[in-house]
T-cell receptor, first 109, second 115 residues
Framework: DAKTTQPNSMESNEEEPVHLPCNHS???????IHWYRQLPSQGPEYVIH???SNVNNRMASLAIAEDRKSSTLILHRATLRDAAVYYC??????????FGGGTRLMVKP | DTGVSQDPRHKITKRGQNVTFRCDPI?????LYWYRQTLGQGPEFLTY????????KSRLLSDRFSAERPKGSFSTLEIQRTEQGDSAMYLC?????????????FGPGTRLTVT
């Protein structure tokens, strides 16, 4: 499985934008880039996914580098409820998700 | 609520006992997945079904673990002769084949404690 690299932790101030980076230099042409987050004591929550183009939804935006070797999850205005572990995952035709360590996002009021 | 549900939410059992967990996926989803998560780690894939067919089970942790989805709707995960190392959160997720590359939707999990 192609792997992703994320910082262990990041801090943000409430109501400010947050950019969560992910490196995936061995990504293949058929890998989708998925982001999930997991709040304390809850199951993971699907956030967004993309293949080549940038994507927006009600939760976040996903910016994908032109060479696809990195991507950034953008939370436009962090709230205290966004404090969670964020996982960047490459998913291909196989159906399993391979979770790494993720980035623990702390949001300060 | 139309999300993925799991039952029970918590289970405490003694070593050597058998346990069974249930997962009800989102109704229109034909794929169902089981994951295990230990403290401080990301979820680890165990197995998945498309409709009633179990298409991947090589990641089940041992032959003590088995899963079924008899009518292509709900699924059960059974652990026989539980061991203390089985203590973990067991997560179920579902997805649709209709959305290429689409997301999986997780339930709240069943926390198992083996004493």
């Amino acid at each position: 499985d192609a792997k992703t690299t994320q910082p262990n932790s990041m801090e943000s101030n409430e109501e400010e934008p947050v950019h969560l980076p992910c490196n995936h230099s061995t990504i293949s042409g058929t890998d989708y880039i998925h982001w999930y987050r997991q709040l304390p004591s809850q199951g993971p929550e699907y956030v967004i996914h993309g293949l080549t183009s940038n994507v927006n939804n009600r939760m976040a935006s996903l910016a994908i580098a032109e060479d696809r070797k990195s991507s950034t999850l953008i939370l436009h205005r962090a709230t205290l409820r966004d404090a969670a572990v964020y996982y960047c995952i490459l998913k291909n035709a196989g159906n399993m998700l391979t979770f790494g360590g993720g980035t623990r996002l702390m949001v300060k009021p | 609520d139309t999300g993925v549900s799991q039952d029970p939410r918590h289970k405490i059992t003694k070593r050597g006992q058998n346990v069974t967990f249930r997962c009800d996926p989102i109704s229109e989803h034909n794929r169902l997945y089981w994951y295990r998560q230990t403290l401080g780690q990301g979820p680890e894939f165990l197995t998945y079904f498309q409709n009633e067919a179990q298409l991947e089970k090589s990641r089940l942790l041992s032959d003590r673990f088995s899963a079924e989805r008899p009518k292509g709707s709900f699924s059960t995960l059974e652990i026989q002769r539980t061991e203390q190392g089985d203590s973990a959160m067991y997560l179920c997720a579902s997805s649709s084949t209709g959305t290429r590359g689409g997301g999986q939707y997780f339930g709240p999990g069943t926390r198992l404690t083996v004493t």
